[in-house]
């Protein structure tokens, strides 16, 4: 009897797939050691779920985004919230004339551009932002799209996303607390990672003790008191996520 | 020397029929326009009992859905220049006949890999123009006409490429098929002469005499005792190309058929001229002088059908046609040197930034200019002069300045301000800063700002700043994503 788990892409429960194709390097060696393939998948799907905006999200996959370029290959941009802005790729060693921005008109085009990025074969990344209502088969097609291509394909959605199914091999749940980025993997080839990594964001300014030190402003300091923070219960969450 | 002779019997129906994805009785009429007569007519025509000969009314007694078109020759020849320049492909030496084209071969043999090879590249590539032709094959052009005539009328011939056979091979032919007058081949027939071989037979000099010295030229040149040099087409040295349409077409859908069928006319012109176009100006005609232009423009030098008509389906279908199309007109003014690329297994830089290329002018044909571009360093620091869109793209390879946000706002968003300070989803502590932005005083947009990092409860890192000349006022300008 043939041991099932040695055929490509079958692996035990409980174990990491180890037949993945080696990925991209995040930067991040705690996180490299947790993704299967030992980095961002070549070929596949990626959500990032996160809610709100300034967590470091975009920023987490800029080691990633910072090696496709340097092999030669694209990243594209597809309906993002705002502009990628130039200098802070810049500063992250992102080659920026690697980077295309599209910007669509209509829901719909945007899903397009996204497979035909993703299909093409040119882009060693694609980012892309999804109207809310995208349904399982449109995912499953880019994550076909991705594997055809050849393409890192990362979508960030919310995580109320969480409670629907996904084609895609992994998922990321991208939290703060404490002034570090705390990613969990509540889907990826091997068990899931409920408990989370906390990864600094070189670049992302980390809040220290007292907030900041002096106000140099027009009328002198204005004292800004510090809120408590909230700290999300992000093992519950993963949990829900995982069940 | 080899020569392939093309025979296009119907062409005037096949101009036609070619335009129309799904065949209907269809018949060309010419002769006096009070009483037309069928010319021409298709298989589905002639299904319904249509013949060559019969009165244009007559046939549409017969077949209640008939098409009658009248006969354009200007367009025949039109078509079968185009068709030459489409043949240079394979060949620099094709000359135009009355009803189709004589290609000498024998210098592209190799090329091609051999006559096999090169015949059925000729037959599938006119089958793709959506043409019907009949080839023949032959040591002398004359020869090769006339088997491919022979063809055209069902007389089984033999192709041949050596000159010593050639005689045995014409010998059986019916002396018709040579286009000679018809007073002469009347002459020929009383005498009992109907065949080739009975022709070649005869006394030189008597022949000669009864029927002029250009007859008996012929039949040397045929029989290849005579050389018979052509005269190479040379094709104009801008593309011009018109397809009229047998009905109307609504919409778009029924337009890329017809137009595929011109663009790969138009490949194998490029082909045959080592060009490329860079513009391309593609008119839909409505009729009544009315007509909608399409300009397409590509990054790199295109000639590949298949691609250009992918572009052309996402351009066309962001138009709104105001009436129905009965014509397409292409036409490349310019036509510039074309390097074919080398294909590789493992594609190297240079076809990725092809690819990324073809990327780039798919997802802006379809998504319209302005929604597709690059980002790139600008030297300005004020934020948001910091990008700029190439294709200006700046030298400026690295940034020095403090913590710069993933994501910058389109234009600058006022904060709400309590007594406290700035809030966004709660109250907005300051992590770093202050970072002094001063400049653009001497272009009439200066900023004044202080720019700080700053988070909220949930973690959520911005970039905010405050006017120097309005401490209250605070503006989030950025996200650190």
Same mark, same amino acid.
């Not at chain 1, 690697?98 to 060693?124: H, I, K, M, T």
């Not at chain 1, 809040?207 to 402003?217: L, P």
């Given at each position: 009897?043939?041991?099932?788990?040695?055929?490509?892409?079958?692996?035990?429960?409980?174990?990491?797939?180890?037949?993945?194709?080696?990925?991209?390097?995040?930067?991040?060696?705690?996180?490299?050691?947790?993704?299967?393939?030992?980095?961002?998948?070549?070929?596949?799907?990626?959500?990032?779920?996160?809610?709100?905006?300034?967590?470091?999200?975009?920023?987490?996959?800029?080691?990633?985004?910072?090696?496709?370029?340097?092999?030669?290959? &694209?990243?594209?941009?597809?309906?993002? =919230?705002? #502009?990628?802005?130039?200098? !802070?790729?810049?500063? @992250? %060693?992102? /080659?920026?004339?690697?980077?295309?921005?599209?910007?669509?008109?209509?829901?719909?085009?945007?899903?397009?551009?996204?497979?035909?990025?993703?299909?093409?074969?040119?882009?060693?990344?694609?980012?892309?932002?999804?109207?809310?209502?995208?349904?399982?088969?449109?995912?499953?097609?880019?994550?076909?799209?991705?594997?055809?291509?050849?393409?890192?394909?990362?979508?960030?959605?919310?995580?109320?996303?969480?409670?629907?199914?996904?084609?895609?091999?992994?998922?990321?749940?991208?939290?703060?607390?404490?002034?570090?980025?705390?990613? &969990?993997?509540?889907?990826?080839?091997? =068990?899931? #990672?409920?408990?989370?990594? !906390?990864?600094?964001? @070189? %670049?992302? /300014?980390?809040?220290?003790?007292?907030?900041?030190?002096?106000?140099?402003?027009?009328?002198?300091?204005?004292?800004?008191?510090?809120?408590?923070?909230?700290?999300?219960?992000?093992?519950?969450?993963?949990?829900?996520?995982?069940? | 020397?080899?020569?392939?002779?093309?025979?296009?019997?119907?062409?005037?129906?096949?101009?036609?029929?070619?335009?129309?994805?799904?065949?209907?009785?269809?018949?060309?009429?010419?002769?006096?326009?009070?009483?037309?007569?069928?010319?021409?007519?298709?298989?589905?025509?002639?299904?319904?009992?249509?013949?060559?000969?019969?009165?244009?009314?007559?046939?549409?007694?017969?077949?209640?859905?008939?098409?009658?078109?009248?006969?354009?020759?200007?367009?025949?020849?039109?078509?079968?220049?185009?068709?030459?320049?489409?043949?240079?492909?394979?060949?620099?030496?094709?000359?135009?006949?009355?009803?189709?084209?004589?290609?000498?071969?024998?210098?592209?043999?190799?090329?091609?890999?051999?006559?096999?090879?090169?015949?059925?590249?000729?037959?599938?590539?006119?089958?793709?123009?959506?043409?019907?032709?009949?080839?023949?094959?032959?040591?002398?052009?004359?020869?090769?006409?006339?088997?491919?005539?022979?063809?055209?009328?069902?007389?089984?011939?033999?192709?041949?490429?050596?000159?010593?056979?050639?005689?045995?091979?014409?010998?059986?032919?019916?002396?018709?098929?040579?286009?000679?007058?018809?007073?002469?081949?009347?002459?020929?027939?009383?005498?009992?002469?109907?065949?080739?071989?009975?022709?070649?037979?005869?006394?030189?000099?008597?022949?000669?005499?009864?029927?002029?010295?250009?007859?008996?030229?012929?039949?040397?040149?045929?029989?290849?005792?005579?050389?018979?040099?052509?005269?190479?087409?040379?094709?104009?040295?801008?593309?011009?190309?018109?397809?009229?349409?047998?009905?109307?077409?609504?919409?778009?859908?029924?337009?890329?058929?017809?137009?595929?069928?011109?663009?790969?006319?138009?490949?194998?012109?490029?082909?045959?001229?080592?060009?490329?176009?860079?513009?391309?100006?593609?008119?839909?005609?409505?009729?009544?002088?009315?007509?909608?232009?399409?300009?397409?423009?590509?990054?790199?030098?295109?000639?590949?059908?298949?691609?250009?008509?992918?572009?052309?389906?996402?351009?066309?279908?962001?138009?709104?046609?105001?009436?129905?199309?009965?014509?397409?007109?292409?036409?490349?003014?310019?036509?510039?040197?074309?390097?074919?690329?080398?294909?590789?297994?493992?594609?190297?830089?240079?076809?990725?930034?092809?690819?990324?290329?073809?990327?780039?002018?798919?997802?802006?044909?379809?998504?319209?200019?302005?929604?597709?571009?690059?980002?790139?360093?600008?030297?300005?620091?004020?934020?948001?002069?910091?990008?700029?869109?190439?294709?200006?793209?700046?030298?400026?390879?690295?940034?020095?300045?403090?913590?710069?946000?993933?994501?910058?706002?389109?234009?600058?968003?006022?904060?709400?301000?309590?007594?406290?300070?700035?809030?966004?989803?709660?109250?907005?502590?300051?992590?770093?800063?202050?970072?002094?932005?001063?400049?653009?005083?001497?272009?009439?947009?200066?900023?004044?700002?202080?720019?700080?990092?700053?988070?909220?409860?949930?973690?959520?890192?911005?970039?905010?700043?405050?006017?120097?000349?309005?401490?209250?006022?605070?503006?989030?300008?950025?996200?650190?994503?």
């Amino acid at each position: 009897m043939v041991d099932p788990a040695r055929f490509p892409g079958v692996w035990r429960a409980g174990e990491m797939d180890r037949a993945m194709p080696a990925g991209i390097p995040s930067g991040h060696a705690r996180l490299d050691m947790e993704l299967p393939g030992g980095g961002w998948p070549r070929s596949s799907l990626v959500e990032i779920l996160h809610d709100g905006a300034g967590l470091g999200e975009v920023s987490l996959l800029f080691g990633a985004l910072k090696t496709v370029a340097e092999e030669g290959r &694209a990243v594209a941009w597809i309906n993002p =919230p705002h #502009l990628p802005y130039a200098p !802070a790729l810049a500063s @992250a %060693g992102v /080659p920026l004339d690697a980077c295309l921005v599209v910007r669509p008109a209509a829901a719909e085009d945007a899903l397009w551009s996204a497979d035909q990025a993703l299909r093409s074969g040119a882009c060693g990344a694609v980012l892309f932002w999804l109207p809310a209502k995208t349904d399982y088969a449109w995912l499953r097609r880019l994550q076909m799209a991705a594997e055809a291509g050849r393409t890192l394909a990362v979508l960030f959605r919310p995580t109320s996303a969480s409670v629907h199914a996904t084609p895609a091999h992994l998922r990321v749940l991208v939290t703060h607390r404490a002034g570090l980025l705390h990613v &969990a993997l509540p889907k990826r080839r091997g =068990p899931p #990672l409920a408990h989370p990594i !906390a990864i600094r964001i @070189a %670049g992302h /300014p980390v809040r220290h003790g007292g907030g900041c030190s002096s106000f140099a402003g027009g009328t002198g300091p204005v004292p800004i008191p510090r809120a408590p923070l909230a700290v999300r219960d992000i093992a519950r969450h993963a949990s829900r996520v995982s069940a | 020397m080899l020569w392939v002779a093309l025979e296009l019997p119907a062409l005037p129906l096949q101009l036609v029929e070619r335009a129309q994805a799904a065949p209907m009785p269809l018949v060309i009429g010419e002769g006096p326009s009070q009483r037309p007569i069928v010319a021409f007519a298709n298989a589905a025509a002639r299904q319904a009992g249509v013949r060559e000969g019969m009165a244009v009314a007559a046939a549409k007694a017969l077949a209640g859905d008939l098409k009658c078109i009248d006969r354009d020759e200007s367009a025949e020849r039109d078509a079968l220049e185009r068709l030459a320049g489409w043949a240079a492909q394979y060949t620099p030496a094709v000359s135009i006949e009355p009803s189709g084209l004589v290609l000498e071969v024998a210098s592209s043999l190799k090329l091609f890999g051999g006559l096999a090879k090169l015949l059925s590249a000729l037959r599938g590539g006119v089958r793709a123009l959506g043409l019907q032709a009949t080839l023949g094959i032959a040591p002398t052009p004359l020869a090769a006409r006339a088997f491919a005539r022979a063809e055209t009328r069902g007389i089984p011939v033999r192709s041949c490429t050596a000159m010593p056979d050639l005689p045995a091979r014409l010998a059986d032919l019916p002396l018709f098929l040579l286009e000679w007058p018809g007073r002469t081949l009347e002459l020929l027939a009383d005498l009992g002469i109907v065949r080739v071989k009975d022709a070649l037979a005869l006394p030189r000099g008597g022949f000669s005499q009864r029927f002029g010295p250009e007859a008996l030229a012929m039949l040397d040149r045929l029989a290849g005792r005579a050389p018979d040099p052509r005269l190479a087409h040379v094709p104009p040295a801008r593309y011009r190309a018109r397809l009229e349409l047998p009905a109307e077409a609504e919409g778009v859908e029924a337009i890329l058929f017809p137009l595929k069928r011109l663009l790969a006319e138009m490949e194998g012109y490029l082909r045959g001229h080592g060009a490329g176009v860079q513009e391309l100006d593609l008119d839909l005609e409505h009729g009544l002088k009315r007509h909608t232009r399409l300009a397409l423009s590509f990054a790199t030098k295109e000639r590949e059908a298949e691609f250009i008509l992918a572009i052309a389906r996402e351009k066309l279908g962001r138009l709104v046609l105001p009436a129905p199309t009965i014509g397409l007109r292409l036409v490349a003014e310019r036509l510039l040197p074309f390097a074919p690329r080398e294909g590789t297994w493992l594609p190297g830089r240079e076809e990725r930034a092809v690819g990324r290329a073809r990327l780039i002018e798919r997802l802006a044909a379809r998504l319209g200019p302005g929604r597709v571009f690059g980002i790139a360093l600008a030297d300005d620091h004020r934020p948001e002069r910091g990008w700029k869109n190439p294709p200006a793209a700046s030298p400026r390879a690295a940034f020095d300045g403090g913590a710069r946000p993933a994501w910058l706002l389109n234009r600058p968003q006022k904060l709400v301000a309590g007594a406290a300070g700035p809030t966004l989803q709660g109250a907005l502590a300051l992590v770093a800063g202050p970072e002094r932005i001063e400049t653009g005083w001497w272009d009439g947009e200066p900023v004044s700002r202080d720019y700080y990092v700053a988070a909220n409860p949930a973690g959520e890192t911005y970039w905010i700043y405050r006017e120097r000349r309005d401490p209250a006022a605070w503006y989030l300008h950025g996200v650190f994503a």
